[in-house]
């Protein structure tokens, strides 16, 4: 038996050993064994990844880091390094710095083990930090040298019954007006009766300064202590009368968030409201600030009051994460939970409904948000599920894995995640072994393709931010150079072929290029003018050719490597799976490649003729055609290769298949 075959796109990407099985289905056929240094396009085809450009070296080499976006627009967009206590800052892939050209550094609340829990959200030039374990915080930056990361300063917070009420009568010596000052007289006994018996027991103490009354309908703010029988505040809203509360009527209140209790760890900004949830003492309750005020939290009726609600279910589930699209979700250990107004309406202190559409549960990693669906990852680490709203499903939402046909794909755990947007949708993931794996999504071309992405060392941390033109991806990587373990910030960028790059020009040309002391005593890829030179060894932060050249690009290797499926085909006797068989003619389709090669043998790209051999090789696109030849029983597969730093883009691959039965 003799067919022609064509495949046409990659479009399931890298899919699972346990799929080896499942030639009957589409994703075997658009998928393929092993696509390494390559990402998948959403029009099909397989594409070197881009190389990575030096930024600088991370602050401590010995400890981790973590990369967080700090975006005002397309034009002032931020990465921010975070680290062990400190903070740095880069724009344009290069470190913010002094006048002195030292990095631009502030103090951070943040211990290296504490920065994977970190929450954040930003809105306009304002971005609040959260973790469990340290007070919520607000960073400002009011200039290029000038970042302010400071608590936020809360006008009022969450507070809730923390101690025992006094167990005594309460009168108040005023009930009107907001601001006024009111004093606070406690008793044994009701005042009204006219009785004065002698004070006894536990009264108003030092502690209660900043706390809250909450008696009459109305709310007093406690400013100072005369004793233990007389507390002096002012009115925060009014009460309905000047009465003496009896003990029990009326509440001692103070703030929810303190080192004791512990702070919310998930934020985001919904509806005009900023929204922190999930403390270690209260994990499963929601707050909100008040409309428009941010750093209000004074509970109240009125719509526009800050509220405070706890999610109910059949087990504990702290919340992680909150999210929002349509609605706000509430991400838990446990489940997602949707929570809205019952209508299309805005979420006020009345309204609140709450549905638990899905039982998958998140861990630490902060989810994204892609089109109309929230990314995020399971609580065992391993599984990449997208929450996406469904309007023919009861519960309007639904979340499916995306690992499900790649579920090898995160071994050993995700440990960062970010979203590319342009100028092709990637989402780039971070296993805890240092190898960073992206996904191609494209709901509409119903394209989902995952591969895997090595560098000379370890990728920990991943940020993407939007420029003027795409998205540029930052990442953090640890390395091992000349003998000492160092952490770099690094971006990628489509025009480089090799990692931890630096790029240089000489008018004149030039055989001696420096700037490489980040790459000390490595051996490095070099390509001048276009064209590769040997391999060169840096030595005094500096490499030698044995040519000038104008321009350079000088970098650590990585190689290109795609491995296809032995492809199926339908026969009258059936698979051809374990028949004897060949590919004799194997063509390519390239796009702008050049210094490729197939199952080991170069691909012939270069055109000879005069004055060619002193110039680079034009980029190909095109059909190549070559020859496999030998019979083979069980897999027949194809491995493409780009092992040079140069461009590659495969298209399809079409082959002349040949079985000979048993």
Known sequence: MRANLIKTNFTAGEVSPRLMGRVDIMRYANGAKAIQNGVVVVQGGVMRRPGTRFAAAAKYSDRPARLIPYVFNRSQAYVLEFGDGYLRVYQKGKPVVNANNTPYEIASPYSADRLPSVNYVQGADTMFLVHPAVKPYRLQRRGQTDWVLEPAPFIVEPFDEIRETPKKWCRPSAKEFVGS??????????????????????GWVAQDVGAYVRINGGLVLIQRIDSAQVAVGTLRSDLNAKQAASPGSWTREESVWTDNLGYPGAVTLYQQRLVLAGSPKYPQTIWWSETGAYLSFELGTKDDAAISFTLSSDQLN????????????????????????????????????????????????????????????????????????????????????????????????????????????????????????????????????????????????????????????YAL????????????????????????????????????????????????????????????????????????????????????????????????????????????????????????????????????????????????????????????????????????PLPFHLLAIITTFTSNGG
């Not at 838990?332 to 039982?359: H, L, R, W």
């Not at 499900?404 to 590319?420: C, F, N, S």
């Not at 199952?599 to 000879?608: C, H, K, L, S």
Request: hydrophobic residues 35%; negative net charge.
């Open 318 to 473: 702290p919340i992680v994460h909150l999210a929002q699209m349509n609605t706000l979700i509430a991400l838990t250990y446990g489940g997602e939970f949707t929570i809205t107004s019952g209508n299309d309406a805005a979420i006020t202190p009345t309204n609140i409904s709450v549905k638990n559409p899905s039982p998958y549960g998140c861990n630490r990693i902060r989810p994204l948000r892609v089109g109309t669906e929230i990314l995020f990852i399971q609580r065992a680490g391993r599984k990449l599920y997208a929450v996406a709203y469904d309007p023919d499903s009861f519960v309007s939402y639904a979340a499916n894995d995306l690992t499900v046909l790649a579920e090898h794909i995160t071994a050993g755990g995700v440990r960062d995640m970010a979203y590319q947007q342009q100028p092709d949708g990637l989402i780039w993931l971070v296993r805890e072994d240092g190898v960073a794996v992206t996904v191609t999504m494209d709901r509409a071309q119903d394209v989902v393709a995952w591969s895997r992405q090595m560098t000379e060392g370890a990728f920990e941390s991943v940020t993407s931010i939007p420029s003027e033109r795409d998205d540029v991806l």
């Open 477 to 644: 990587v640890r390395r091992h150079i000349n003998g000492h373990t160092v952490r770099y910030v690094e971006v990628f960028d489509n025009v480089l072929n090799t990692d931890a790059a630096i790029t240089g020009r000489s008018e004149a040309g030039a055989t001696t290029w420096a700037g490489l002391r980040h790459l000390e005593g490595k051996t490095v890829d070099v390509v001048a003018d276009g064209s590769v030179m040997p391999r060169a060894v840096v030595s005094g932060g500096q490499v030698t050719l044995a040519r000038k050249a104008k321009t350079v690009e000088i970098g650590l290797h990585y190689d290109t490597t795609i491995e296809t499926l032995t492809p199926e085909v339908a026969t009258t006797e059936g698979t051809t799976q374990n028949a004897r068989k060949r590919t004799s003619e194997v063509t390519m389709r390239f796009l702008d490649t050049i210094g490729a090669e197939c199952n080991g043998q170069i691909i012939p790209f270069r055109t000879f003729g005069p004055k060619i051999l002193d110039k680079p090789a034009p980029l190909f696109t095109g059909d190549h055609y070559m020859g496999k030849l030998g019979w083979e029983r069980g897999e027949d597969t194809l491995i493409v290769q780009q092992r040079q």
């Open 181 to 202: 000052e009111v004093t606070l007289t406690l008793s044994d006994a009701d005042p009204g009766e006219n009785r004065n018996p002698p004070f006894t027991g536990a």
